[in-house]
C-alpha cells in the first residue's frame, strides 16, 4: 500500500505563498490519484485539489474557492505531488493533508483510501 507524507506548511502572511509536498512511498505512483485536503478547526475535511494520471493524460481539480492562486503538480520521478498556494489568505488557516485513492478523480475526502500526517498551514492577516 502507499504510504504519503506531507510537508511545507509554516506561519505566512496573508498575500504569501508556500509550496506543499507530499511524498509517497509503497506503490505504484502512476495507479493513485493524489488529493489535497484540509481542515479548519471546528470544520469538517474539506478537498482542495487533486491530480490523476490517466493514459499519460493529467487531470487536476480545484475547490472553487482556491481557483487562480493554488496548483497542484506531480513529479514522478520523484512520486511527489506539490501544492503551490499564491495569495494566501486567513481563510486558507488550517491543517493540509494528502491522501491517495484508486479510480477516482474527486475531492470527495470519504473516496480516499490512504491518508498521510497533515502539515499545519497559518496565515496571518
Known amino acids: 500500500d502507499v504510504q504519503l507524507q506531507a510537508s511545507g506548511g509554516g506561519l505566512v502572511q496573508a498575500g504569501e505563498s508556500l509550496r506543499l509536498s507530499c511524498a509517497t512511498s509503497g506503490g505504484t505512483f502512476d495507479d493513485y490519484t493524489i488529493g489535497w485536503f484540509r481542515q479548519a478547526p471546528g470544520k469538517e475535511r474539506e478537498g482542495v485539489s487533486c491530480v490523476a494520471n490517466s493514459g499519460g493524460h493529467f487531470y487536476k481539480h480545484y475547490r472553487n474557492s482556491v481557483k487562480g492562486r493554488f496548483t497542484i503538480s506531480r513529479d514522478d520521478s520523484a512520486n511527489t505531488v506539490y501544492l503551490q498556494m499564491n495569495r494566501l489568505e486567513p481563510e486558507d488557516t488550517a491543517v493540509y493533508y494528502c491522501?491517495?485513492?484508486?479510480?477516482?478523480?474527486?475531492?470527495?475526502?470519504?473516496?480516499?483510501?490512504?491518508w498521510g500526517q497533515g502539515t499545519l498551514v497559518t496565515v496571518s492577516s
Open positions: 491522501a491517495a485513492a484508486r479510480l477516482v478523480i474527486s475531492l470527495e475526502p470519504t473516496m480516499y483510501d490512504y
